[in-house]
């Protein structure tokens, strides 16, 4: 596996959700588990931290992609920092490292092939981290329950619902209980359940916070997230959900890791609909 300089911890500008790690090429002849564990090996030293400060991992193929495990197979490697989750242990880094074919000259980075994903859980000594740096968090949905209470247009678009919508963001569920234009409640697990779940990876959801513009419809139609329970009630709440995109976006903005124009966007909207 090629091994090039890292910066060391204190170096780097700040780790935040969107930090990128590294990127590397990482050349193995065990297939897809060698792939992965050398993978992961180029986002931990960035960190200061080794195999045995991983609390979990996860490795998933893209469809139809394939590793040999009898040939040398070379792969870019990009590790981009998730969320940072406060726990009794200290600071969980979650990291996405995505697994793509080497770009060429005719190929580049954005349009090479997606091999698959590494995801990680890492116990880093990092100060503990705001509550918007944790999305999908008891915390961070307390956040989020604040700007949707306080968003006329939110109210607005859900004046005839009631029910609650689900958002699951890398693996985190957050149930927004809405009823009649009122926001009831924004917690981890709603006692009837989601009318559906939007399940959107960690990595998908920093594209999201830091696109220049909300992308949520271009992800959704290219299949970047996915959904489940009432394709109706998905369709109905639509606008609805791009609005919640919205707000996350100013939410990221604010804690100094997303788009900053979604800050200044999302006050002006506030602004007018005060």
Sequence with gaps: MTSPAFPSLGALPGIA??????????TTESGTLGLADGAAASALRPLAAGSGDVRAARIALAPGASVP????TTAQAEAVVTA??????????????????????DVPTADAEVLGTVELSVLTDLPAPQPGAAPGTREWAGLLQEKLTADKEFSDLIETYDGTIGLRIGGREVHIRG?????????SRSIRGADFV????GAEFVSLMRAESNMFMESAMLRRLSSSGSGYEYLR???????????CRGLAAEAGWGHPAAATDTARSEGASA
């Design 84 to 105: 940072l989750v406060g726990t009794r242990e200290g600071t969980v880094a979650e990291v996405a490292v995505t697994l793509t074919s080497t770009p060429t000259a």
């Design 198 to 201: 939007i399940d959107i990876s």
């Design 17 to 26: 959700p969107g930090t990128l790690l590294a990127t590397i090429a990482v």
């Design 237 to 247: 709440m639509t606008t609805a959900l791009i609005r919640v995109i919205d707000l």
């Design 69 to 72: 495990g009898d040939a040398p």
């Design 179 to 187: 009823y009649r234009g009122r926001v009831l409640e924004v917690t």
